[in-house]
């Protein structure tokens, strides 16, 4: 670098840090909730904890690596939030979320499907409702009617299907 070139101040970045953190936390409930769980490896030493601690040792490395990268400065600089497309999509959820149980799957998640889209540009709530209510309801059919699990059914499934 030359004496004419003006040097750069890295500074750390505290979003990362708390985004280490958060791993951090994930990671480390993941290994107390593994540690409760029966170890049945039997003869092989694998069993149902195994996997939960190997992905719970992999989140404790990435968040070790976040911090060092935060610390140097080493994440790009990000674009400013567009905040009204995130509102829509935790609209959609909560209105999933709420509708679930009372106007069933179909319903619920196709108000999720109009809202998401919203949120992706496209602003026709009348075309986009009703499109989604069909692959939701598609959906359902699929896991409710040939895998036999067991999907919140409302009117519309109830209309279609009685025995449901």
């Known amino acids: 670098m030359s004496a004419t070139e003006p040097q750069q101040q890295r500074r750390r970045d505290t979003a990362a840090l708390i985004v280490a953190a958060g791993l951090?936390?994930?990671a480390g409930v993941m290994?107390?909730?593994?540690a409760r769980?029966?170890?049945?490896?039997?003869y092989s030493g694998v069993g149902p904890a195994s996997v939960p601690r190997v992905v719970a040792y992999g989140l404790l490395g990435l968040s070790v690596w976040t911090v060092f990268a935060a610390l140097k400065g080493d994440f790009p600089e990000r674009?400013?939030?567009?905040?009204p497309p995130v509102l829509w999509i935790v609209a959609g959820l909560a209105a999933q979320l709420t509708l679930l149980h009372v106007a069933g799957f179909s319903i619920s998640t196709g108000i999720l499907f109009a809202f998401t889209a919203r949120a992706f540009g496209k602003r026709n709530l009348a075309m986009t409702i009703p499109l989604g209510i069909v692959f939701a309801f598609a959906v359902w059919a699929v896991f409710s009617q040939l895998l036999m699990l067991h999907?919140?059914?409302g009117p519309l499934e109830h209309l279609l299907f009685p025995g449901a």
């Open 79 to 83: 674009p400013k939030q567009n905040v």
């Open 151 to 153: 999907l919140p059914a």
């Open 31 to 34: 290994l107390w909730d593994s």
């Open 24 to 26: 951090a936390v994930v």
């Open 37 to 42: 769980l029966a170890d049945l490896g039997g």
